[in-house]
């Protein structure tokens, strides 16, 4: 039994590194008032640890991503890629399998609904400062100029926080558990980033960088990686329910 289990997660661990690194690189969005670059690769690495734990997400995170800086041309981040995803997948697999027991149910939803209301109003924000206007949107080597309106960040928000909150109050209220672990292997990924940028990047490979200025960027591809990663996480415990207890 011992042999399956190892088998089935040293396959999961392989399909996700590839899956990390593919979504990390198919689709970014450039941002000149911040020279940085928003991708959807957080949604494959939070899935990977919430669906099979905090050794897959760990590897699959870390690996999968310092693959796709190497062959998108940022070699200079590949170290600390390596280092920062791999704890980001960590934190969430582990802090996923601690959920604690909360004494009724209206504690559970009461949290869930407030993790949806600060998801909603930081993404309705960084959204709306960071990423409206013109940007340019890349589909792997495609790139095009976009317009995107305030108005879809903040309708974006909106939604995001009604929806969260719905989940918790309608089918399943201790889904804010799930929300935080995303939300807190998010915020350690930020801090990685801005801990390299500050102090590594430029002794290590003389580039300049303002590290303040990714902090927003990094807190967009955590929001949007939950809101991705989440709704699929669900289906897949619903067609798999042995999934939710690895």
Not at 68 to 92: N, S
Not at 210 to 222: L, T, V
């Amino acid at each position: 039994m011992k042999q399956k289990i190892s088998t089935f997660n040293l396959a999961a661990t392989a399909v996700f590194t590839g899956l990390v690194c593919i979504a990390t690189m198919i689709f970014s969005i450039y941002v000149p008032a911040t020279e940085g670059f928003f991708n959807i690769g957080e949604s494959m690495v939070f899935l990977s640890a919430l669906l099979f734990g905090p050794f897959v997400g760990a590897f699959a995170g870390g690996v999968g991503s310092m693959f796709a800086d190497i062959l998108l041309g940022y070699i200079h981040y590949a170290p600390g890629t390596l280092f920062i995803k791999a704890c980001e997948g960590a934190v969430v697999g582990m802090l996923k399998k601690r959920n604690p027991k909360l004494r009724s149910k209206l504690q559970w939803k009461l949290l869930t609904t407030l993790l949806g209301i600060a998801a909603g109003i930081l993404l309705s924000w960084i959204g709306s400062v960071y990423y409206s206007g013109e940007v340019e949107l890349a589909l792997g080597w495609w790139v095009s100029k976009l317009y995107i309106p305030i108005y879809f960040w903040v309708s974006l928000g909106t939604a995001t926080a009604i929806s969260i909150a719905a989940v918790g109050f309608v089918t399943e209220p201790e889904f804010g558990w799930t929300v935080f672990s995303t939300i807190a292997g998010g915020f350690c990924m930020v801090l990685g980033y801005f801990l390299y940028q500050w102090f590594l990047i430029y002794p290590l490979f003389k580039i300049e960088v303002i590290a303040a200025a990714e902090i927003p960027i990094n807190i967009g591809q955590m929001l949007i990686g939950t809101i991705v990663a989440l709704p699929v996480a669900k289906v897949v415990w619903r067609l798999a329910p042995y999934l939710k207890e690895k």
